[in-house]
């Protein structure tokens, strides 16, 4: 148990619905990261937040997608207008990182959404 | 644009034999590595990381070796069991702190 949780785990939503993901890391993980991942590939960086500010967005997050971290512990992710393309599974990761360098980044068991 | 990659998309092994998974990454400024398990469903599991100041750290059963002047990374599973069983990634922050993950290796152990 990495202490990274989401919700909900699987997402089934007609294409053009909105859905809304939530990911609750611990309570030490100051940085917390959003990747999306399909059948065969690895994780695809979406955004990272240090804290409540989110620092960096991936070109693969289009303006159908915002996250937000408000009080700089649990994190939101929402895909406005789905379409089928948006089907993966949506992973969240916290770290605790302190300072200039990083350290372990710890996965929570991810959202699998498919949109029909 | 500079990427993280892996030589062997499949690996398969015999339970009890050692492992070897092979890394390639590309970004010079990459100076903090990570290997991470995925079992099938799940989300990727924090195994064992190495800092570029580093060529070799050993955990339980694993080590990894960094190589920085060819840039390449492997993962060593010594005693390989059936539950080793998944696809393996490796990742690297590229100078920044964002985890930049290649393709993945699948590890298959046979009984």
């Known amino acids: 148990d990495t202490g990274v949780s989401q919700d909900p785990r699987h997402k089934i939503t007609k294409r053009g619905q909105n859905v809304t993901f939530r990911c609750d890391p611990i309570?030490?993980?100051?940085?917390l990261y959003w990747y999306r991942q399909t059948l065969g590939q690895g994780p695809e960086f979406l955004t990272y937040f240090q804290n409540e500010a989110q620092l960096e967005k991936s070109r693969l997050l289009s303006d159908r997608f915002s996250a937000e971290r408000p009080k700089g512990s649990f994190s939101t992710l929402e895909i406005q207008r789905t379409e089928q393309g948006d089907s993966a599974m949506y992973l969240c990761?916290?770290?605790?990182?302190?300072?200039?360098?990083?350290?372990?980044?710890?996965f929570g068991q991810g959202t699998r959404l498919t949109v029909v | 644009g500079e990427s993280v990659g892996l030589h062997l998309p499949t690996l398969s092994v015999q339970e009890g034999d050692n492992s070897i998974i092979n890394c390639a990454y590309s970004?010079?400024?990459?100076?903090?590595f990570i290997w991470y398990k995925q079992e099938s469903g799940k989300g990727p599991q924090f195994i064992i990381d190495?800092?570029?100041?580093?060529d070799k750290r050993q955990g339980q059963r694993v080590t990894v070796l960094l190589n920085k002047t060819v840039k390449h990374l492997s993962l060593q599973i010594a005693a390989t069991q059936p539950g080793d069983s998944a696809v393996y990634f490796c990742?690297?922050?590229?100078?920044?702190?964002?985890?930049?993950f290649g393709r993945g290796t699948s590890l298959i152990v046979h009984p």
């Open positions: 990742a690297e922050n590229g100078g920044s702190y964002i985890p930049t």
């Open positions: 309570s030490e993980h100051n940085r």
């Open positions: 190495i800092r570029s100041n580093m």
């Open positions: 990761a916290g770290e605790s990182g302190t300072g200039e360098g990083n350290t372990e980044a710890f």
């Open positions: 970004n010079s400024a990459s100076d903090y």
